[in-house]
């Protein structure tokens, strides 16, 4: 983006018009026959400056004839139906500068606030007005903390400075697409959730603002090619979220991109309702000159919040063997479950999209707080019902273990009919998996140094089957969530979690872990309706 420097923006636009008459004649020198000298005048308000080079001044108009004329706040123009905050009447009027002379209109901090500015300048007659972007810039470089406005001006008219609440569009739609998920209507205190904005930008592309039955704006600004542009998001969190869980927010600086996304990742951190506001904040700079800055606040986003809610409690210390009788001598807190939860969202199919095929939770996600697993071919989610399974255990869950391998599971009866359902095979009593026949598998080989995710279907001859699946499972600190279709469960009538550890042979002396409830023997927990 060069070396501007921006400062900050909001929701509502500030244009600043040149509306200018028949040009006067352009030719070197001052009516001494010299070129005129360099000077620089200010108005009364203090808040525009010409500083004007040396020789800008065509022959015929001496120094003295410059002027900068505050508007009085009741022959304020308005421009497109918004009263204009503030103008100015430059003399000689329709006065073309042999040198463009340099505008700067500050300061802008107190007046502009957190506002977007388009920088216009308009040719032609009053009759039939164009106007045309010019290269002005927003930068703070010499005006200490004080922003100003700053650039070009090669011709005298007048320059009125307009607020107001004109929305940016594209051709045809948004001027940047922006598919954002809804935040989940519930969410478990302490479970990660993920909140990405992806923005795709209409490049090339046009901005649209104002009625187009209106001579004084036009219908649309083309960027035209290769344009320049960054965003960033800022997301506020509410006093329910733990703001400390962010993964990172990113700001990209790309040639005409495809898109660019960011996001970040929250926890509940106590009961209660939870809410986010969102503001984009967007630099665009094409080659015609034309920099734009727009922001939204809560843009796109359909559900501002839900509600944080307390999983079910497990016992802390109760680790378990798949043979009854025998004591697990190596209890490790990363395999001991201590809070467990399931739900059930409906969701649409662009949020589907969004959130699981377009990479909220995609496959490649994998940073410092997060990783996502898929299993080797995982299936698209459909739009409907989500179930999520949450299971929290007592220690932090090793991403990379190199002696102990890991194995998290939610295990279903998928049709609640017992022939198919898994038979324990003496003498392993307790084992994990009993009484049901569909399995999800997220599982960490310490000797392969991979994660992994299956899903596997029991038959009544007791022989298991690798299936196809929407499952994601998502790794976060002590925590992990399942992400599973409903379409794959219509039948399911219970389900279990487990943890479970081992050194890779499944060895006595080292294996042992935790399911929901004393014991694997004990009934299934009911679906999440």
């Known amino acids: 983006m060069g070396s501007r420097r921006w400062r900050r923006c909001a929701p509502a636009w500030l244009a600043v018009m040149l509306a200018g008459g028949p040009g006067l004649s ?72 042999a040198t463009p002379a340099t505008m700067v209109l500050a300061p802008l901090t107190a007046e502009l606030g957190d506002s977007v500015v388009l920088v ?36 005298f008219s007048k320059v009125v400075w307009v607020h107001s609440t004109i929305g940016m569009t594209g051709t045809g739609s948004a001027v940047f697409d922006q598919p954002e998920p809804a935040p ?76 660019v996304s960011f996001d ?43 509600t944080c809610v307390m999983p079910g409690a497990d016992p802390g210390g109760d680790a378990v063997d798949s043979v009854s009788t025998n004591v697990v001598r190596v209890a490790r807190p990363a395999a001991d479950l201590i809070a467990l939860g399931a739900r059930r969202e409906t969701m649409t199919a ?16 994998d940073t410092a707080d997060m990783k996502v697993v898929c299993p080797a071919s995982v299936q698209p989610m459909p739009a409907g019902d989500v179930l999520t399974f949450f299971l929290r255990v007592n220690a932090a869950i090793p991403r990379a273990d190199g002696a102990t391998s890991y194995i998290y599971s939610v ?37 392969t140094r991979a994660w992994s995710l299956t899903a596997t279907q029991v038959d009544a001859s007791q022989q298991t089957t690798v ?27 219970g389900y279990r979690l487990s943890a479970f550890g081992h050194d890779g042979n499944f060895t006595q002396a080292t294996r042992g872990g935790d399911v929901t409830g004393a014991n694997p023997t004990e009934a299934l927990l009911p679906m999440p309706q």
Not at 125 to 153: C, I, N
Not at 288 to 297: D, E, H, L, P, Y
Not at 422 to 437: E, K, S
Not at 470 to 491: K, N, P, Q
């Open 411 to 447: 295990v279903l009866d998928s049709d609640g009919a017992a022939p198919n359902n898994w038979r324990f095979v003496a003498p392993f009593d307790w084992d994990y998996f009993q009484g049901t026949d569909r399995w999800y598998q997220l599982a960490w080989n310490h000797t």
């Open 264 to 306: 970040r990742v929250f926890k509940c951190r106590e009961v209660g309702p939870y809410s986010l506001s969102r503001t984009f904040e967007v630099d665009v700079e094409t080659e015609k000159g034309v920099i734009v800055r727009a922001s939204s606040t809560n843009f796109g986003m359909a559900r501002k919040g839900g």
């Open 184 to 259: 989940p209507p519930q969410v478990f205190v302490d479970q990660p959730f993920r909140i990405e904005t992806r923005m795709v930008p209409r490049v090339p592309g046009s901005v649209r603002y104002g009625d187009s039955s209106l001579a004084v704006l036009p219908t649309t600004l083309d960027w035209g090619e290769g344009s320049l542009w960054s965003v960033k998001s800022v997301m506020k969190p509410s006093s329910t979220l733990d703001p400390s869980a962010a993964i990172h927010n990113q700001v990209s600086d790309a040639v005409a991109p495809s898109e």
């Open 26 to 97: 352009c030719g070197g020198g001052s009516d001494g026959g010299g070129k005129s000298p360099a000077f620089t005048l200010t108005s009364a308000d203090g808040v525009l400056t010409l500083s004007l080079p040396e020789g800008a001044l065509p022959a015929g108009v001496t120094q003295a004839e410059v002027k900068i004329t505050p508007v009085a706040p009741a022959g304020l123009p308005t421009v497109n139906g918004t009263p204009a905050d503030r103008a100015w009447v430059l003399a000689p009027d329709g006065l073309v500068l």
């Open 467 to 493: 299936v196809p699946t929407t499952a994601r499972a998502v790794l976060s600190g002590d925590s992990v969530v399942f992400h599973i279709s409903a379409s794959e469960l219509a039948a399911a009538t």
């Open 120 to 155: 216009l300048h308009q040719s032609g007659s009053p009759a039939a007005p164009r106007l045309e972007v010019v290269a002005l810039e927003v930068s703070d470089a010499t005006m200490g903390d004080r922003a100003h406005l700053q650039g070009p001006l090669g011709h």
């Open 350 to 365: 662009a949020e589907v999209a969004t959130t699981y095929n377009n990479s909220i939770y995609g496959c490649s996600v």
